[in-house]
């Protein structure tokens, strides 16, 4: 005997109550023109939460990395640092990051409010990072940069998740394109705000510069937690004050419709663990294996900023040279996805083409050192 609708999508939405006009909505063929009108309002506001999300996002980057730019004006002297030990405290965050992105999906997808949940990590993640900037050893930067891993790793996986119950198929690569996009913006918007912070900030109350980048960068994350406890979406059937009684039925009534006519559709089977059906599908591993060599390529990242200044310049101008390859890759990924590539619920193309990205970055590098 198959479910129910209502059944399925409860599964959809994660278990939550669901409005019953929804599913009679959901017969008909005909498309008003008021709710093209209704569609195209939603989709507005979805998309400015977006943008916030992303921009969140480069803050994400752009904390974890002011560990590289920092390291040009004493950060290894001030912490008595020697051997491989800024390499340590590079790993050091990845070690936090990596094992705690599960886990944390997995309790998002039991929240009611996963926007707290977020505003949270995003809070926690400012005053890890503003702690780095107080250490007075080597061991004194270990432990918030490890919690800066922990709380930064519920961000990216949680962000997807979430958009995935707003946008149908056919609309989420784009926004994924967006804060891909994203990430490598903050590589341009990081060395050029350390730049800037490096430059004028040293000596001032008696902080070296390299502690006011981690202060300043920490303290902006840490206040946008204000702005994301209301710019951060929940889910579609909860109370938002920023969406109509109309907009919020049909955002509903859409993820109900993008789910008609799947083969194989996993909500029209008995419920199994969400985490154990990734595992047992190929493409997420291909896609895993795939992640972790992009990673490991781009690993140079991190000494960036330090290879930049072997080419003889002050910690400045250094800093300044490590964004143009960056905005090469950005624009070239962004201008390939958004204007070449059709839109489709097709993915894999759209993330073959964000993996071109790092290539593109390569060859901006090279003609800077050239």
Known sequence: MSPS?????????GDVETYPDVIEHNTSTDIPESQKHIEKSLLRKLDLRTFFLVFVYIMNHVDRSNVAAARLKGLEEDLHMTGRQFNTLVSVM???????????????????????????????WGIFSMSTGAATSFHDALLPRFLLGLSEAAYYPGVIFLLSRWYKRNELGLRMVYLVCGASASKVIGPLTASAILGTMDGKFGYAAWRWLFFIEGAFTCALTVVALYMIPDYPDTPASWLTVDEQILAQKRMV??????????????????????????TVWWLAIAAISEKTMMSFENFFPTLAATLGYSPTISLFLCAPPWVLGVTTSFFIMRFVLPSTSHRFPKLFAGTQMPLESVFGIRSVQS
Do not use: H
């Open 5 to 13: 609708p209502r059944a399925s999508t409860d599964r959809l939405l």
């Open 257 to 282: 419709e993008d789910t008609c006519g799947i083969e194989d559709d996993p909500l029209k089977s008995p419920r199994r663990s969400g985490l154990m059906e990734a595992l047992a599908d190929w």
């Open 94 to 124: 990845y070690i936090g990051y990596v094992p705690m992105q599960i886990p944390s999906n997995i309790f998002l997808d039991r929240l009611r409010r996963p926007s707290a949940y977020l505003s949270f990590c995003i809070f926690m």
